[in-house]
């Protein structure tokens, strides 16, 4: 994939502060974060409500300016426009023209986006069926399942055949069957070479499709890295089940490895390092205890999310 590659988003410390009213304090709503995301990546910039994705996400479409700091895209400050060209966008509510039918909005935002008009039907056609919504090309968006207009949005997000692309909580308020079909047209960008960027609170969405990720909390980044390192850092460990553990085997398993157990007699739940697996086994076959399975243990995303938001809390 993208090891090293050019970078395509970058984020130096950005601040933003939001002035709430006249006369009222001003909150600082970023604190001086940064990010980068290379070419080809598909990037999660993962957070709790509030924490400061979406008005990042303003700031790199140019919509809301930072306090200070610098962002570009494309090697472009976010300040020009020329490059917008090469940029898709799918906003957090998205708001579709309900009286529209799904051709005719994406007729309208490839008009929009200066796509040659003998080229707009077939780009239009291939943008429906890409998303799946041939068959329903021709009903009013007010008809549209909330799965079917996300689609719809992505599609609209794609006109242009950008190559970077934006998307802000593409899989909120969809059922499992929407975020998969979600999921899959995302990971289909990252099959064309795309540059996506999608910011999300659904932590198994970002596991599935994201190559990176970056874990912001009160407008303060608290990790970025790949999902694996992530998900491997510190000593890795196994969980084995056994069965006809004794109180005395389990004693010294837990003296000789610093075991963690877990239930005795009939079913046992033992987690050890990684490294240990192999004498713990053949230990526990000599104290005629049977091994049911092992398992690498997987630090879940979900767990160091939230530590990482704990950690946040004052
Ligand atoms: N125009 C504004 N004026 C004042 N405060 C704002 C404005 N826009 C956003 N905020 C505040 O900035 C903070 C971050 O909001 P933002 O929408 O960026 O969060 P988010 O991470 O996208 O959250 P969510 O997951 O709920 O979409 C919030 O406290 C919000 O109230
Ligand atoms: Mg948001």
Redesign the pocket.
């Known amino acids: 994939m993208s090891e090293g590659g050019d970078i395509v988003v970058r984020v130096e410390n950005v601040v933003k502060d939001?002035r709430?009213g006249f006369g009222l304090r001003t909150?600082r709503?970023l604190h001086g974060i940064s990010l980068e995301v290379s070419d080809g990546e598909t990037f999660g910039f993962v957070?709790?409500?509030?924490?400061?994705?979406?008005?990042?996400l303003k700031i790199l479409m140019g919509l809301v300016r930072a306090t200070s700091g610098r962002c570009s895209i494309l090697g472009h400050d976010v300040g020009e426009t020329a490059f917008r060209r090469h940029v898709g966008f799918l906003p957090?509510n998205s708001y579709l023209y309900d009286y529209l039918t799904g051709r005719e909005l994406l007729d309208f935002y490839a008009r929009l986006s200066g796509v040659e008009r003998r080229r707009r039907p077939e780009r239009v056609e291939t943008l429906l069926d890409w998303v799946g919504l041939t068959d329903a090309a021709d009903a009013r968006l007010r008809t549209y399942s909330k799965g079917m207009q996300q689609r719809v949005g992505i599609a609209q997000a794609l006109v242009h055949d950008p190559r970077v692309v934006f998307l802000d909580?593409p899989m909120s308020g969809l059922d499992p069957i929407g975020r998969k079909e979600i999921r899959d047209l995302i990971l289909r960008l990252r099959d064309e070479g795309k540059t996506v960027f999608m910011?999300t609170?659904i932590l198994h969405d970002v596991e599935m499709t994201c190559d990176r990720v970056a874990i912001?909390v009160e407008g303060r980044i608290r990790y970025a890295g790949r999902i694996e390192d992530f998900l491997n850092a510190g000593e890795r460990e196994a969980d084995l089940i056994l069965e006809r553990l004794s109180s005395e085997a389990a004693a010294e398993l837990e003296q000789r490895f610093e075991a963690t157990i877990q239930g005795l007699g009939e079913r046992s739940e033992v987690r050890v390092r990684e490294k240990d697996v192999d004498a713990v086994l053949a230990h526990a076959l000599q104290l005629g205890v049977s091994v049911t399975s092992v398992t690498p243990h997987r630090v879940s995303l979900e767990s160091i999310f939230l530590s990482a938001v704990e950690e946040g809390q004052p």
């Open positions: 939001f709430p909150k709503v957070g709790p409500n509030g924490a400061g994705k979406t008005t990042t957090e909580e910011n609170h912001i």
